[in-house]
């Protein structure tokens, strides 16, 4: 990897150049045996080459960041990190400054920079061909990726589903009839219908805020009476115009099943939504947890029933109803609470059209443009060429193709289970790696157990922790720190974070690549409390020097959280060495814009890092067929995105994980349906099986495929050879056969 940065840098220093520009349209340039192609050509200045470096870099599989107040763009790949300034003949390679005979500058919109030859102790070959005008990079026996971990996995192989992207698993929305039918006898009403009348317990937070609400009678209906609330302005927030009961939910204990169920109808929608919307809560009184924070919303001049079926927390006994969405008139009625005790398990919510989120449907048009950059940027076209014992190409054989695992990073916390293999190619480990439960030999018990399985990637959570326990009392980080921090000790605590770091890297540095270095920054901050902001970027300093190669990252939970983007901008201010971004994605209400997702990972991939989810869950809820739906599109969703190279869920059996409901499997061992999800996407959708193509007068043969690792077979004259090979992103992908 580290010879693929070099020749970039490279690249930027190849030829020395003058002033005079000229147009260089017959310059070829060809980066791992393939020919590309530009927006801009490569111009000659003074006789000099000159071609952009964006696609230059992108073609080695970089990731590219600008800076238009600096002028300044960076460059990132498996650990190195390039830095050029338009104008300016120094670059900075991981901290190394280089001198460049030609400065980087902006011909026609685009960053262009010149190239020279690479020495060979650069590691790669870098050519310029005077007589075709042709610039050359690496060579192809380097263009094929090593298979890192030859074990196969049992891998799913069976599905109610085509391989067809589209055709997807959705549900059929069960009507509230067969909803009502189903819902058991036994429960207590905790919340009836009288209890939403009193017009007194509208809160209005903004004395000025023009707000109405009024107790109605409405006909044709078995309740006879209604709330009507018209909000006639927009609200500075949403909590600025709400409904708390007066009535409290007494005696709620952790896991009682509840179902919320009341009526609405839209008379004056909220104009931006062409919809009336509310949204209703049951938290607790001091510490504001919620049991339930859902919006609900209706086009509908018609009562529209709304059931929702939810997990009880303990504490969490106050009831609200937000409606401060914009001007609106909207009623609600018959609103009751029933509580069906422990052990109960309900029917899956009935689909309510627009009370469900419309970025679910089967019709929804984002899905769609996400399959569609799937399809570009999940595969690549592999080559085959076949020839014979004496080298010549062989015409008409026969070629297939067969996946056997993914490039890309499928995975979940270890857990020693007869499952785990078929399911995951990834693994972390979920306590035993963080400072205070360190235990190394448990950890590598896992590695090397997941290894016998055949799994291909291993991450490290975490080194740091700024924070001294747990919400439990768990210790995150030896005490030994807090002395420091307390005696603002600066050089005792450097001297335990690297002692920590000179232990721990080295010692996994056989499996682990990717290495949280620093956990959840926004709510937790001892050691930058005491040292400073600045501290951060002599911990990843430090890192870098443990594990060279390693990818490193800061892995963060409250990535909406108002203090998260400027934290990144100023992570990059000051040159923090981070490589990658780690999103936790603990979507447990399943309530988290796919839109809104999807734009924080361009961004953060437009800043240069590179992106994993690490830690999806999606359990505090009871309904598996929202969660399934939810989790379909999250993955869906996020694997469209370029930036992304890793998908870790947080435990996926019920009891054995932190929320209430797991993603896979029941108590007792009984599949959900998040796991058809999973496994029709993973093995199904995003795999590729029985592909096949005939080579041409060239001995070649081509099959578009996703990456990841194959079995190839050839066939010709009776004649059957089967070879093992890693197609990866950023190779030439080009594997050479001979048929004896």
């Not at 106050?318 to 005790?341: L, T």
């Not at 050691?527 to 594990?547: L, P, S, T």
């Amino acid at each position: 990897m580290k010879k693929v940065l070099a020749i970039m840098l490279s690249l930027c220093m190849m030829f020395t150049s003058f002033t005079v520009v000229n147009a260089a349209d017959d310059i070829k340039v060809i980066v791992k045996d393939q020919p590309k192609t530009f927006d801009q050509m490569p111009v000659i200045i003074d006789g000099r080459t000159l071609v952009p470096m964006r696609g230059i870099f992108e073609a080695l599989g970089a990731t590219i960041a600008w800076d238009d107040a600096t002028k300044t763009v960076t460059a990132k790949k498996s650990g190195e990190t390039i830095i050029l300034k338009i104008g300016d003949n120094n670059a900075t390679v991981s901290g190394e400054t280089k001198t460049l005979d030609v400065a980087p500058q902006i011909i026609n919109g685009r960053t262009m920079v010149p190239v020279r030859f690479v020495s060979e102790a650069l590691g790669e070959e870098v050519g310029w061909n005077g007589d075709t005008r042709t610039v050359t990079v690496g060579k192809g026996k380097l263009h094929l990726a090593e298979i890192i971990n030859p074990i196969r996995r049992p891998v799913p192989t069976e599905f109610t589903k085509s391989n067809n992207p589209e055709d997807l698993i959705f549900y059929p929305a069960t009507t509230n009839e067969e909803f009502s039918a189903a819902i058991p006898d036994k429960y207590d009403e905790v919340i009836i219908p009288e209890d939403l009348l009193n017009i007194d317990q509208l809160k209005i937070q903004d004395p000025e805020l023009d707000i109405k609400a009024s107790i109605e009678g409405v006909d044709g209906t078995d309740f006879g009476r209604a709330l009507r609330v018209e909000v006639k302005e927009t609200p500075k927030k949403e909590t600025d115009a709400i409904l708390r009961f007066d009535k409290l939910i007494k005696g709620m204990k952790k896991g009682d099943v509840f179902l919320i169920t009341f009526q609405m109808r839209c008379v004056e929608p909220v104009k931006e939504l062409g919809e009336a919307k509310v949204k209703v809560q049951v938290e607790h009184p001091e510490t504001y947890e919620k049991a339930l924070f859902e919006q609900f919303t209706t086009a509908d001049s018609n009562w529209t029933t709304i059931y929702l079926v939810f997990t009880g927390i303990e504490g969490c006994e106050k009831v609200g109803i937000r409606f401060g969405y914009g001007p609106q008139i909207v009623e609600v009625g018959n609103f009751s609470i029933k509580n069906f005790g422990q052990g109960v398990t309900l029917p899956s919510t009935p689909v309510q059209g627009h009370e469900k989120n419309p970025e679910l449907r089967p019709e929804a048009e984002w899905r769609k443009e996400a399959l569609d950059r799937i399809e570009k940027i999940r595969k690549g076209d592999f080559n085959v060429i076949v020839k014979d014992k004496d080298g010549n190409v062989i015409k008409d054989a026969e070629v297939e193709l067969d996946m056997f695992d993914h490039e890309f990073e499928w995975g979940s916390i270890f857990r020693n289970d007869s499952d785990f293999a078929g399911l995951f190619n990834a693994t972390v480990p979920e306590h035993d790696m963080k400072w205070g439960p360190y235990n190394p030999k448990l950890v590598m018990s896992y590695f090397d157990k997941a290894w016998s399985w055949g799994v291909r990637y291993y991450r490290g959570h975490s080194i740091i922790f700024e924070k001294l326990k747990s919400g439990k009392g768990t210790e995150l980080i030896p005490p030994v720190c807090g002395v420091a921090v307390e005696n603002k000790d600066k050089a005792m605590l450097d001297k335990l974070i690297r002692d920590h770091m000179a232990d721990i890297m080295p010692r996994f540095d056989k499996y682990v690549v990717d290495w949280d270095v620093e956990n959840e920054m926004n709510y937790n901050s001892l050691f930058r409390d005491a040292f400073g902001e600045e501290y951060v970027k002599e911990i990843y300093d430090w890192a870098r020097e443990y594990d060279p190669d390693g990818m490193l990252y800061y892995n963060e939970t409250s990535v909406f959280h108002e203090s998260f983007r400027p934290r990144i901008e100023n992570l990059i201010k000051m040159g923090a060495d981070i490589d990658g971004i780690g999103i936790q994605s603990h979507v447990d209400m399943a309530d988290v814009s796919l839109k809104d997702l999807r734009e924080l990972y361009e961004w953060l991939g437009e800043k240069g890092f590179r992106v994993k989810i690490t830690e999806f869950s999606c359990g505090k809820f009871p309904d598996e067929i929202l969660r399934a739906s939810y989790m379909r599109d999250f993955m869906i969703n996020m694997f469209s995105v370029e930036a992304i190279d890793g998908f870790y869920m947080w435990g996926y059996r019920d009891g054995d994980v932190y929320a209430t409901y797991s993603l896979f499997y029941d108590r007792e061992g009984n599949r959900k349906p998040c796991l058809d999800q999973w496994e029709d996407l993973v093995y199904n959708k995003w795999w590729t099986k029985d592909a096949k193509a005939t080579t041409d007068a060239e001995g070649k043969a081509t099959v578009r495929g996703f990456y990841g690792d194959y079995d190839v077979t050839v066939t010709h004259n009776g004649i059957t050879k089967t070879v093992e090979t890693a197609f990866h992103k950023g190779y030439n992908n080009t594997l050479e056969i001979v048929l004896e």
